[in-house]
């Protein structure tokens, strides 16, 4: 079982940056890769971003490229998402997933 925590969300205006992260403790040796998701509310949970453990190979949603970044620091445990350029329809809380576990997710809303 791994435990993810994540942090760094908040209010933005749009064209905004934010950057959160995801700890990741536990059972981290099992990690083959990390993601975020996203869900605002009466909505589905989309796919936003993946990142695997042992290189540099990134996947984001259509809706993100260009704007987001996932990183990683294996040393640290932590996985990243650098946000630019934020849009209101950004806003949503943003969970990690990884191995089927689950963080509590953080807010991030974007106002016009």
């Known amino acids: 079982q791994v435990q993810l925590v994540e942090s760094g969300g908040g209010l933005v205006q749009a064209g905004g940056s934010l950057r959160l992260s995801c700890v990741a403790s536990?059972?981290?040796?099992?990690?083959?890769?990390m993601n975020w998701f996203r869900q605002a509310p009466g909505k589905e949970r989309e796919f936003v971003a993946r990142i695997f453990w042992s290189g540099m190979s990134t996947h984001y949603a259509d809706s993100v490229k260009g704007r987001f970044t996932i990183s990683r620091d294996n040393a640290k445990n932590t996985v990243y998402l650098q946000m630019n350029g934020l849009k209101p329809e950004d806003t949503a809380v943003y969970y990690c997933?990884?191995?089927?576990?689950w963080g509590q997710g953080t807010q991030v809303t974007v106002s016009s």
């Open positions: 536990g059972r981290t040796f099992n990690i083959y890769a």
């Open positions: 997933n990884s191995n089927k576990s």
